[in-house]
Nanobody, 124 residues
Framework: QVRLVESGGGLVQAGGSLRLSCAAS????????MGWFRQAPGKEREFVAT????????YYADSVKGRFTISRDNAKSTVYLQMSTLKPEDTAVYYC?????????????????WGQGTQVTVSS
């Protein structure tokens, strides 16, 4: 099992930026694909971005493409989500997750371990 702890959330004005971090511990992190999901109040959890085990492949939801960047530092067992040009509709709890599926899974059920989430609030 991988233990995941997110940080970096907060309150930001529309058009601003935030960088989320997700620190992993436990079983080998470097072999896992990593993903970010988010859940807004009253809505289902939705896929945001994923990155392959070596960072060579990334994939984004259309709603964040061109604004968000996922990256990872395997030496630090950390995955990041750089969020720019934030919009009020980006407001949600953001979760990172680890998957043993090779490549870039986009469905929540394909992920094995989850963090507790970090709140991102974008004011208009």
């Amino acid at each position: 099992q991988v233990r995941l702890v997110e940080s970096g959330g907060g309150l930001v004005q529309a058009g601003g930026s935030l960088r989320l971090s997700c620190a992993a511990s436990g079983r080998t992190f470097t072999s896992d694909a990593m993903g970010w999901f988010r859940q807004a109040p009253g809505k289902e959890r939705e896929f945001v971005a994923t990155i392959s085990w070596n960072g060579g492949s990334t994939y984004y939801a259309d709603s964040v493409k061109g604004r968000f960047t996922i990256s990872r530092d395997n030496a630090k067992s950390t995955v990041y989500l750089q969020m720019s040009t934030l919009k009020p509709e980006d407001t949600a709890v953001y979760y990172c997750a680890a998957s043993r599926i090779y490549g870039g899974p986009t469905m929540a059920y394909e992920y094995d371990d989850w963090g507790q989430g970090t709140q991102v609030t974008v004011s208009s």
